[in-house]
């Protein structure tokens, strides 16, 4: 899973309308149409998708203040009108915090981000700068060394040091090409823009075997009645597992917030987003969840959030766990040759760490995502997940386990208290044909719950990781 945060304390926020480096040289304001009015893509560019997840890329958002994104080609990838490249910076100083893969080949683009924020408590971080098609993973001495010159082309352009957080995916054992890499942020400066094409551009650099791009964007109002905005960019398909997926991504927001409750909050979302989402059980070397807040929302002299007791800091808190799920399961949702999202509800248990592993053991499980890719109502491989998932207290006597359809109808009961109903198998398949269904299992043994999303495996999964290098 990723570890703890790293947190970047706060840095005075100069006036709104301040120019931090010649690239953005006028006020950057954020989009007036709230999440609910949000359009969606039936872009020429997508059609060969489902209209499910056509559904899920967004024509406009609510973008936070003074933050400005791109997503360029700069030759790391072979196709040319393939982008490669995502540049989003501030125009002010951001308070940073990141969760980083646990994996022990750690990227090199995960070892200098860590060391950015390790070297200068993270104050003056303006921006993230992401490559795809390298992941510039396992690549030594000269990888290190790449990785700087990608986060000092960054500060070329504020004129700060160590001011980005780096991110790189793509293919695992080659190197960067560097040159080009430093030339794209150059140029992707030049592009940079607060509307939706801009911040679709970023997520669209940030592909590699994603179908879709994955933008997010909300308006959130503190009990304070301090409105502010998130935004965020995730990328991820295959190679997805809570203990670390090839899963890049980032929230950005014009909250003000102390760092070390920025910390806390971003754990806290982390493993109720992130950490809960899994595709096919393998771990990845790069994965990076980075949140960067400018203070925008609030006037230069004020202090924004700084008591965890607060109202604000719990809204907040709970705003991030609102939005990074929803990114997450955007991660699921695109999963290699997936043809359902899953969401496993584990409830009544003691604890809500158990209730995860449970939730885990079942989301991970080959024969269960098989059996729900065929359609098959083998509850048995369910309940099997359930008794050698390691939770000791786990009775039996009183556990039950049910399909839950997403349409509103009748949730069919599969074991009630140990005992095994006797299934309307056409029902069954009914709802085995849906998209989105949910499995919920109750231990009855407490009252704490987790939920984890995932995906079944088919053919398709095979293909595509058997032909990725190609």
């Known amino acids: 899973m990723y570890k703890s945060a790293r947190l970047a304390s706060p840095a005075p926020n100069p006036p709104r309308t301040r120019t931090m480096w010649p690239a953005l040289t006028k006020t950057i304001s954020a989009g007036s149409q709230s999440t609910a009015a949000r359009l969606y893509s039936t872009s020429a560019k997508y059609a060969h998708l489902t209209p499910r997840k056509q559904s899920f890329i967004p024509t ?26 995502a540049l989003i910076l501030s125009d002010r100083p951001c308070t940073t915090a990141a969760v980083f893969t646990t994996n022990a080949f750690k990227a090199a683009p995960v070892l200098v981000s860590r060391e950015i924020l390790d070297k200068n408590g993270g104050q003056g971080i303006y921006g993230v700068v992401t490559n795809s098609g390298c992941a510039n993973a396992v690549t030594g001495t000269l990888g290190l060394e790449n990785a700087r010159r990608m986060a000092h082309a960054v500060d070329l352009l504020t004129g700060q040091p160590d001011s980005a957080v780096i991110m790189s995916t793509g293919v695992i054992g080659q190197h960067l090409p560097i ?46 009645g301090t409105t ?3 935004a965020g960019i995730t990328k991820g398909a ?9 899963l890049l991504g980032f929230i950005v927001t014009d909250a003000r917030i102390a760092a070390p409750l920025l910390g806390k909050a971003l754990k806290h979302a982390v493993d109720r987003s992130f950490n809960a989402i899994s595709v096919d059980g393998d771990m990845s070397t790069n994965d990076t969840i980075a949140v960067l807040a400018n203070g925008a929302a609030v ?10 007791e607060s109202e604000d800091y719990a809204s907040f808190r709970d705003g991030l766990v609102e939005f990074a799920a929803d990114l997450a399961q955007l991660v699921v949702r695109d999963g290699e040759g997936a043809t359902k999202f899953v969401t496993v509800n584990v409830q009544g248990a003691n604890t ?21 890719y065929g359609q098959d109502a083998n509850w048995g491989r369910i309940l099997c997940a359930v008794g050698y998932s390691g939770v000791s207290s786990i009775d039996p006597s009183r556990v039950s386990v ?48 987790a939920r984890m999303w995932t995906c079944d495996l088919s053919h398709e999964y095979i293909t595509i990781n058997a032909d990725y290098r190609s």
């Open 179 to 224: 040159g080009k890499i430093e030339q794209g942020v150059h140029d992707a400066a030049q592009s940079l823009g607060s509307d939706n094409d801009a911040w679709s551009r970023a997520a669209e650099a940030f592909m590699t075997t994603d179908t879709f791009p994955k933008l997010r964007s909300a308006t959130f109002t503190l009990p304070s």
């Open 299 to 308: 006037e230069s002299d004020g202090e924004g959030i700084v008591d965890e």
């Open 60 to 85: 406009s958002g609510t973008y936070p203040a003074g933050f400005r994104a791109t997503g360029i080609h700069c030759g790391v990838k072979k196709k040319s009108d393939v982008k490669d490249l």
């Open 402 to 449: 049910s399909f839950v359809p997403t349409d509103g109808s009748a949730i069919l009961p599969l074991l009630v208290r140990g005992e095994p109903e006797n299934v309307d198998e056409a029902r069954a398949s009914e709802i085995l044909k849906m998209e989105d269904l949910e499995i919920r299992v109750e231990l009855a043994l407490g009252s704490e719950s």
């Open 228 to 230: 502010f905005r998130m």
């Open 352 to 372: 809500f760490e158990e209730a995860k592993q449970v939730a885990s053991t079942i989301a991970t499980s080959s024969l269960v995502k098989t059996a729900l």
């Open 238 to 246: 295959g190679m997805i597992h809570p203990n670390m997926a090839t």
